[in-house]
């Protein structure tokens, strides 16, 4: 009964290669959004939706595609992977537009070797 | 330069003993505050939320005070424990219909036995 889960945990891959990794929530929020964390911790947002509807979309690489099939599911395909890109993955979700606060998922490690 | 700013960077403490982690924001309008904790491999958790009119929040051993006019919040951990360590938190979030929410670089709390 996880609210918020995003696969895979661990994600290790070579660079150039595309990857996708997935998140779901069952809270029944309107907006979900997608974080990178840095390996100095750093929390910083990337993409939001709001209903399956772009409203946040931060200076991020145009290799990074966010999709919401609906307003449970928001996805995140990256191509062309690079070192860089390396980092901690986490989704989250709110009711509104996280003025009500957010709920987080565990996570996905990215490692681009 | 950061809207939300905490300090200190890093904290090393004995287990049992009191610590305050501080945070001043200048984002306006302000909407609400909130705490989240994040344990080691897992996703932030909300540990308090205050709205501009609340001075004082307490969850457990934990203490959040805000001071509107100034834009100062400090988080206080009471009797701290070995569980207490993690990274805080904080962000804020305008009063507007985009909600959208800062977030500080956060405070890494390490308590030692």
């Known amino acids: 009964d996880t609210a918020v889960s995003q696969t895979p945990k661990y994600l290790v891959t070579q660079m150039g290669n595309d990857k996708s990794i997935k998140c779901e929530q069952n809270l029944g929020h309107d907006t979900m959004y997608w974080y990178k964390q840095d390996s100095k911790k750093f929390l910083k947002i990337m993409f939001s939706y709001n209903n399956k509807e772009l409203i946040i979309n931060e200076t991020v690489p145009n290799r990074f595609s966010p999709k919401s099939p609906d307003k449970a599911h928001l996805n995140l395909h990256i191509n062309s992977l690079e070192l860089g890109d390396s980092a901690v993955y986490f989704c989250?979700?709110?009711?509104?537009?996280?003025?009500?606060?957010?709920?987080f998922g565990s996570g996905t490690r990215l490692t681009v070797v | 330069k950061n809207q939300v700013e905490q300090s200190p960077q890093s904290l090393i403490i004995l287990e049992g003993k009191n610590c305050t982690l501080q945070?001043?924001?200048?984002?306006?309008?302000?909407?609400?505050l909130r705490w989240y904790k994040q344990d080691t491999g897992r996703g932030p958790v909300s540990l308090t939320i205050m709205t501009f009119s609340e001075n004082t929040k307490s969850n457990g051993r934990y203490t959040a005070t805000l001071d509107a006019d100034t834009k100062q919040s400090s988080l206080h951990i009471t009797a701290s424990q070995l569980s207490d360590s993690a990274s805080y938190i904080c962000?804020?979030?305008?009063?507007?219909?985009?909600?959208?929410?800062?977030f500080g670089d956060g405070t890494t709390l390490t308590v030692k036995p």
């Open positions: 945070c001043n924001y200048t984002v306006s309008p302000f909407s609400n």
């Open positions: 962000v804020v979030s305008f009063r507007s219909n985009a909600g959208k929410s800062t």
């Open positions: 989250a979700s709110s009711q509104r537009t996280g003025r009500d606060g957010y709920t």
